[in-house]
């Protein structure tokens, strides 16, 4: 997509990314469990702990921008083995997508193509063979994941139901009650050598 660039995010744009997080979550019915990261100032601090802790994410999370403005537009956070990680633990020559945002007046602008392919620019760069990430049922975005070639994994019916239970507690009803509509799915999609997408520092 023209007019929109992907750059490694940096503790100065921090408080954007909390920004955009925060636009994200007061989109569903939160129940967040932590109260405090429901505010965009709360995010920003979740953020820099999180980052503090374990400095190499900040080297896996991109920042979309508007190529004329300087506009933020939307932010992907990845996760690798042995980095903390929300919901997932990331196995050996895994790249987690840990989250995916795009602001709402952005959506259908490609944006989120483009966070995608520098994730999996990122994935190839550290080595890894797959890309995986979550998906609320229901989700638009499943319809993007889907295009750009990412499948459900089969999960055993305890795992199902750990995700309807987390994600009940998390975000509430309707999105985690135990039913085929309901809850959430893991999608997974194998990272071949190759890209060639442009990554900026």
Not at 4 to 9: D, F, L, P, R
Not at 20 to 47: N, R, V, W, Y
């Amino acid at each position: 997509m023209q007019g929109v660039k992907i750059v490694t995010a940096t503790a100065e744009n921090l408080p954007l990314i909390a920004s955009i997080q925060h636009d994200f979550i007061s989109g569903k019915k939160a129940f967040l469990c932590l109260p405090l990261s429901c505010t965009s100032s709360g995010m920003e601090k979740e953020l820099e702990s999180k980052y503090k802790k374990c400095p190499d994410m900040m080297n896996v999370s991109g920042l979309a921008v508007s190529e004329d403005t300087g506009e933020p537009l939307g932010f992907i956070q990845l996760a690798l083995h042995g980095m903390p990680c929300s919901v997932h633990t990331c196995l050996p020559l895994e790249c987690y997508v840990d989250s995916l945002a795009v602001l709402p007046a952005s959506r259908g602008l490609g944006v989120g193509t483009k966070l995608l392919e520098w994730a999996e620019d990122v994935g190839r760069e550290r080595g890894c063979d797959r890309m995986t990430l979550g998906v609320l049922n229901g989700n638009p975005a499943e319809r993007l994941y889907k295009r750009t070639g990412y499948a459900r994994v089969e999960e055993s019916c305890v795992d199902v139901c750990c995700m309807c239970f987390f994600i009940t507690f998390l975000f509430g009803r309707p999105y985690g009650i135990c039913h085929k509509e309901w809850g959430g799915k893991m999608m997974e999609k194998e990272l071949p050598p190759g890209g060639g997408g442009e990554m900026e520092r």
